[in-house]
């Protein structure tokens, strides 16, 4: 069975690949992350992941378009609620291009992170599947979360300090928009 593998970075891509190699003989990957700003920043990740397939051996496919705007119309009237659009974007692009290319089936690095939400991955990964009648592979990644950064740094991979979008960056680095994050989801709740 071919596969196809969204994946959003090289050392979350060590142990899904490790994993996928003792169920699918055919596995290419796809890069496809217009959630990852700014380009500088997107263009280091891809650099890690084109070598990260080169010594695999693998194909890995590239859109064209970085798709900056699309992420940000979908996100920027909703910043806290941003990670469902972030997730569906890549998802829904992934199984299409799964679709149109011949794949049997698609999964994604995301359900390596520990940080993402792992539940709504699946609900959106199932509901793309169906959509684009496709299988979806889900195993829980997070089991070899250690592993991975292990081999990663051992491969001396480019190890990003934030999730990808300008919000996550400033969320990793500002203590003022915590707090303020913070505020406005008590105020939401209340
Ligand atoms: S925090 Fe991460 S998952 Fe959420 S929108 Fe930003 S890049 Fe996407």
Known sequence: MKILVH????PCSVYPLKRLKGHFNDIEFLFYNPNIHPYTEYKLRLDALKQFTKDESLILHIPEEYDLNPFFRAVVFNVTARCHYCYDLRLSSCAKFAQ??????????????????????????????????LQ????????????????????????????????????RFDNRWKKRQIK???????
Do not use: P, V
């Not at 698609?106 to 959509?131: M, P, R, V």
């Not at 406005?184 to 209340?190: D, G, N, R, V």
């Open 136 to 171: 979806f592979y889900y195993e829980d990644f997070r089991q070899g979360w250690q592993h991975g950064i292990d081999e990663s740094i051992e491969r001396n991979m480019y190890r990003q300090k934030y999730c990808g979008c300008l919000y996550s960056e400033q969320e």
């Open 100 to 133: 149109e290319n011949g794949f049997e089936a698609f999964t994604t690095t995301l359900l390596y992170s520990t940080y993402q939400n792992h539940e709504h991955i699946i609900k959106l990964a199932e509901k793309y599947a169906d959509q684009y009648n």
């Open 184 to 190: 406005l989801l008590k105020a939401q709740k209340s």
């Open 7 to 10: 994946s959003c970075c090289a």
